[in-house]
């Protein structure tokens, strides 16, 4: 029994070490972010190389950024548009 929460709490600080330090992927879409301007969902997905912007900015979030996010309209294929900008932590 004392052998599983060892290992549990072992595997729970890696998890924790691993989300607040960010994964390659987290740190591009931050790179992204950083210069302070609105970017769209499809311009992070495509220079970040991601399909999952949306989830990158929520683990952001949870991992301490202040993200704005703004609806922007529909695109021509009636897809939701969002922008996304950094607050309070940008590199000018």
């Known amino acids: 029994m004392i052998y599983y929460m060892?290992?549990?709490?072992l595997i729970f600080?890696?998890?924790?070490?691993l989300g607040r330090r960010g994964t390659g992927r987290l740190q591009k879409v931050l790179e992204i972010?950083?210069?302070c301007k609105a970017h769209?969902?499809?311009?992070?997905a495509n220079r970040a190389d991601t399909?999952?912007?949306g989830s990158c900015i929520s683990e952001?979030?949870?991992n301490g950024y202040e993200i704005e996010c703004k609806y922007k309209g529909?695109?021509?294929?009636?897809?939701k548009i969002y922008e996304y900008k950094l607050g309070g932590k940008c590199i000018i």
Request: net charge negative; glycine share 4%.
């Open 51 to 53: 399909v999952a912007a």
């Open 33 to 35: 972010l950083s210069d």
């Open 13 to 17: 600080g890696i998890l924790m070490f």
């Open 40 to 44: 769209s969902t499809l311009e992070i």
């Open 60 to 62: 952001l979030r949870t």
């Open 6 to 9: 060892i290992f549990f709490l």
């Open 74 to 79: 529909l695109s021509d294929s009636n897809r």
